[in-house]
């Protein structure tokens, strides 16, 4: 057999097998770039379900002024629906996406087998099962490829041209051409579970249902810190509702088959719902409830916090003392004093405090000339910070919060000094992302008074607060600190005291398997970069993240989560390993995974 075989006809005529949400979205993709569609699917209902949503999303395109209606014409007259496979006879190109069921594949594609011309390619949708077994049992293995869109098809700009060790170039080379002509951004991957996007998405929504499973944290307070920590368009557990709790469950099972990694072993929960019928939006429950099946709009139930939750109960706090002279030390005694608190910063001399409420000045002035701030408003609240060379000045604060360094034994010092300097029944804060806030209350002799609050940078734009009570933090204190979260404008979300805390313990192992994809030979950084960001609509790539945040702080957290843990999934690449070993830290270095011009 000629893998290279003679190159495929244009790819003009295509037929979309499976016409559920997927099949529906990629047709329409197809017939708004001039490719004559064929609609096949076994239920006329279906058929008819996807020609309604063209005309209703060209109709839309039209009242917009998107579209003319001679061009709505035209495209509605390009697709055509069939109930038999047999209208794929002379199709170019042939994508099946019907339901992931291996069965139900194999007989789509024994059957195209015997209708579609020689030359036709054929192409899986699956996003979990095995392109290479299905092109092995095809009569010419060498034209079948996988062509994974993700959904909606019309806005997703991501597509991953999957080949198997079968697949000839020239159909790759085909596919990918085409993908482009559709205007999408084609990533090509090798064939195994997951690919590239779906290979790091699902291991971390499959940990982030496991850690509602635990009861560590609740399904709002996880979605939202994901959302408002990294900036996410949808929490993780929302988006597990909107994939399909079964269909999850089936990626995950094929992804943990191939890698026997822990973290891709489906969460106990997500069979729990499935096997209830509870798979999300499409049966109008999940982990949340929706108005009725298929809606996106959430109902109460009986894990909704009821409102006002956890209101009042807290103690007065007017003055607050930061200590730390560095750049969340200063962002967050920006973002008490604009809210009107009166703030004492402390570092560790009179010249660093006095240099860290001028950067904090700079900052201001920013707001200023953006228009975020009225320069009356900048004056009062630097007016509000009260710089200190010791944290003395902290002798009648209401709340003290901590942003040293991230040293244990320095944090312990601190914690040690404020206990003998602040009066009693101030609250103690920590802001450490991956120390045990335990370990710094033991430091006292008030423990009931501390508790962890975990600002992100940059403090004053970053929305998110992780509130960690130990299990030692008081009732009070607790209150106290959601309390002035809102008053800061801030969100709070709850969590125990453990490694990671809610975001780091979800984000950072994703990193690192995305470290994995490199080392491996998977991907390249390119690739898994567009891939998230075109697929998983993240703000950033995965190494450009991880370049910002600092390889450095990204190996010392991975180290901290494996400690705590002990999965093996969870210890850190040795890619990063070398790469800190090497000086090449990220951005701060002019080096990291990536080079960068230095400033």
Known sequence: ???QSTPPSPLTTIAVVGLGTMGTGIAEVLARAGREV????VSEAAAARATAS??????????????TPQERTEILSRFRTFTDLQAAAHADLVIEVV??????????FASLDAIVRPDALLATGTNALSVTRLAAESQRPERVLGLHFFNPAPVMKLVEVVSSVLTAPTAVAAVTELARELGKEPVSAGDRPGFVADGLLFGYLNQAAAMFESRYASREDIDAAMRLGCGLPM?????????????ARTVLEAMYAASGDRLHAPAPILGHLAEAGLTGRKAGRGFYSYEEPGSGVTVADADTPAAGAGAGGGREVRRVGVAGSGTMAGGIAQVFAQAGYEV???ARSPEKAEAAKALIGKSLDRAVSRGRLTVEAREETLGRIAPAGSLDAFAEVDLAVEAVAEDLAVKQELFAALDRICKPGAVLATTTSSLPVIACARATSRPQDVIGMHFFNPAPAMKLVEVVRTVLTSDEVHATVREVCAKVRKHPVDCGDRAGFIVNALLFPYLNNAIKMVEEHYASLDEIDAAMKLGGGYPMGPFELLDVVGLDVSLAIEKVLHKEFRDPGLAPSPLLEHLVAAGCLGRKTGRGFREYARR
Do not use: Y
């Open 235 to 247: 929490g993780p557990l929302a988006l597990l509702d909107l994939i399909g709790v079964d269909t």
């Open 344 to 346: 004492v910063l402390a």
């Open 54 to 67: 063209l005309e209703a999303a060209t109709g839309r395109a039209v009242s917009r002024d998107r579209m």
């Open 1 to 3: 057999m000629d893998r």
């Open 38 to 41: 064929i609609g096949i699917d």
């Open 99 to 108: 339901p992931e069921d291996l069965a139900l594949k194999q007989r789509v």
